[in-house]
T-cell receptor, first 112, second 111 residues
Framework: DGGITQSPKYLFRKEGQNVTLSCEQN?????MYWYRQDPGQGLRLIYY???????QKGDIAEGYSVSREKKESFPLTVTSAQKNPTAFYLC???????????FGSGTQLSVL | QKEVEQNSGPLSVPEGAIASLNCTYS??????FFWYRQYSGKSPELIMS????GDKEDGRFTAQLNKASQYVSLLIRDSQPSDSATYLC???????????FGTGTRLLVSP
């Protein structure tokens, strides 16, 4: 089945720790995205990538980093510089930039 | 920053009624508009896209677009309790080639 796989479903971070969220897609989409969702708020764009080896900052990139070494994969690292990381993280992909987005199942990140 | 505005709700309708969800946007140049449904604790699911003025129907869903008024809406006919969810409006930002999401409207359909 084609789709977007995010892992883990739940993740806990200790203070000062970096954690990496995985996102893999087999839809052959060029563009991939990371969004953050806080309770009662809309989706805020963290990073996006249009092609392999290229990515752009979104609206709230501080404290996060990404890589795009393969078309299928777009991992997100939440660094210790992100002081308020507790949120629901959503990975998405689309055939082209800013077209219909298809989302993974999400990762809930909490701070211990 | 371009904006997309939605009433947070909850919008409560009885089963079988028509639910009307509204969205306004600030980017006059936007050409692409999307409605997503999000159940609690789940990821958003695309239910409708619309690109031209007027109505677009898909089953019980109708999306309506009025670019002059910068207004897009979603009608759900014969609402079912399973339609209870948060509905997110998304608009393509022409300047930065990204989707801007509203905060969503929570819909509650009572049996």
């Amino acid at each position: 089945d084609g789709g977007i796989t995010q892992s883990p479903k739940y993740l806990f971070r200790k203070e000062g720790q970096n954690v990496t969220l995985s996102c893999e897609q087999n839809l052959n989409h060029d563009a991939m995205y990371w969004y953050r969702q806080d309770p009662g708020q809309g989706l805020r764009l963290i990073y996006y990538s249009q092609i392999v080896n290229d990515f752009q900052k979104g609206d709230i990139a501080e404290g996060y980093s990404v890589s795009r070494e393969k078309k299928e994969s777009f991992p997100l690292t939440v660094t210790s510089a992100q002081k308020n990381p507790t949120a629901f993280y959503l990975c998405a992909s689309s055939p082209g930039l800013a077209e219909k987005l298809f989302f993974g199942s999400g990762t809930q990140l909490s701070v211990l | 920053q371009k904006e997309v505005e939605q009433n947070s709700g909850p919008l409560s309708v009885p089963e079988g009624a028509i639910a009307s969800l509204n969205c306004t946007y600030s980017d006059r140049g936007s050409q692409s508009f999307f409605w997503y449904r999000q159940y609690s604790g789940k990821s958003p699911e695309l239910i409708m896209s619309i690109y031209s003025n007027g109505d677009k129907e898909d089953g019980r869903f109708t999306a309506q677009l009025n670019k002059a008024s910068q207004y897009v809406s979603l009608l759900i006919r014969d609402s079912q309790p399973s339609d209870s969810a948060t509905y997110l409006c998304a608009v393509k930002d022409t300047g930065f080639q990204k989707l801007v999401f509203g905060t969503g409207t929570r819909l509650l359909v009572s049996p």
